[in-house]
């Protein structure tokens, strides 16, 4: 394993419900004050957290800003150790996006209801990445979050170091990161989610300069290459990847996207739950009213925060009972009626 340089620099945030000033690399320490809190008075005493880091990565040959959820109860000296979820902001976005629009909340509240238990949520800073390794090999993102930074926080925190306890998920770009990342790295993650996430379907010959199209073209030149290589996009896009199911066998995969998308990415979207059906894949999708972003999400983040829990629920029990048996292999059942859904709200 590659030598983890880890910064000392941190920020704690209890009951995280608003913003804070960006910082370059290294996160002094802040405190988010945004109202009155409204935890279950459960909670009173060790209420969800947020710690944020640097973390100085020897492949990126830079510090990369980072942020993690902590549920409820979190002891880091303590014997209980958590299922983690790995979520992926979208363009334009940062590791502070989850608690300053409204993640943050949504998760909080859906604990507080019962509807999922308790995991960690791990918010990288992407930039415009697209969590791929760049053309130029001068931005390996994929490489970085694979080798460095899911070792390091496995390391520091209290987690299930079990493929079948950690999930990763996001929105838009990160969508894309989270299909991408999981069906090529299926032995670290054993479950994905994506809203909204950017699938595009083949680019049009020659590519417009200008609307929808240019805009695309723009985005993607840093880890795509510029020109745009399309042969790179279409090689590490997740409608590629899933033309060969095999190689990620037993992963378990939520989508949905708006109707209304202004971006356009229900057509990616459909076109991924046309291919998988094809393959005979199970999956979960759905094309849900709405349009894109965090105001989507504010409506259907408990879907995905719900469909990983069902697993990493699962995954708990699992490994329990092969400690109580002193095994040393795990096997995780599907939850019943977890096959594919398709359309409106379920």
Not at 93 to 99: A, I, K, P, V
Not at 220 to 246: C, I, K, M, R, V
Not at 333 to 340: E, S
């Amino acid at each position: 394993m590659r030598h983890l340089r880890q910064s000392l620099h941190s920020c704690y945030v209890v009951g995280a419900h608003g913003g804070v000033p960006r910082a370059a690399f290294f996160l002094s320490v802040v405190l988010l004050a945004a109202g009155p809190l409204a935890f279950p008075a459960a909670w009173a005493n060790s209420p969800p957290q947020i710690e944020c880091r640097s973390f100085s990565s020897a492949i990126l040959g830079r510090a990369v800003n980072y942020c993690v959820a902590l549920p409820p109860g979190y002891d880091p000296s303590g014997p209980t150790r958590y299922p983690t979820l790995y979520f992926l902001h979208g363009m334009f976005e940062h590791e502070r996006s989850w608690s300053e629009r409204g993640g943050q909340q949504i998760w909080e509240d859906s604990m507080g209801q019962g509807q999922v238990g308790k995991f960690l949520v791990v918010l990288p800073d992407g930039g415009r990445s697209f969590y791929v390794n760049s053309l130029d090999g001068h931005e390996r993102y994929e490489d970085f979050l694979i080798e460095e930074l899911v070792p390091a926080v496995d390391h520091l925190y209290r987690t299930l170091a079990h493929p079948a306890a950690r999930g990763i998920s996001g929105t838009s770009m990160g969508g894309y990161g989270a299909l991408h990342l999981a069906m090529r790295h299926p032995g670290v993650f054993g479950s994905t989610s994506a809203h909204s996430a950017a699938l595009l379907p083949k680019f049009p010959s020659p590519l417009p300069t200008e609307g929808r199209w240019g805009f695309y073209a723009r985005i993607l030149q840093e880890p795509f290459g510029a020109p745009l290589n399309e042969a790179y996009w279409e090689a590490n896009s997740p409608l590629t990847l899933a033309e060969h199911p095999e190689r990620f066998a037993g992963l378990k995969i939520y989508f949905d996207c708006g109707d209304h998308d202004r971006y356009g990415f229900q057509e990616g979207a459909q076109l991924l739950d046309r291919i998988l059906s094809g393959k005979q894949f199970p999956h979960e999708f759905a094309l849900r009213p709405g349009d894109h972003g965090w105001s989507y999400l504010h409506q259907y983040l408990p879907y995905s925060l719900r469909f990983h829990w069902q697993y990493f629920h699962q995954a708990e029990q699992s490994i329990a009972a092969a400690d109580a048996h002193g095994s040393t292999s795990l096997t995780v059942p599907d939850p019943a009626g977890a096959g594919r859904r398709e359309g409106g709200t379920h």
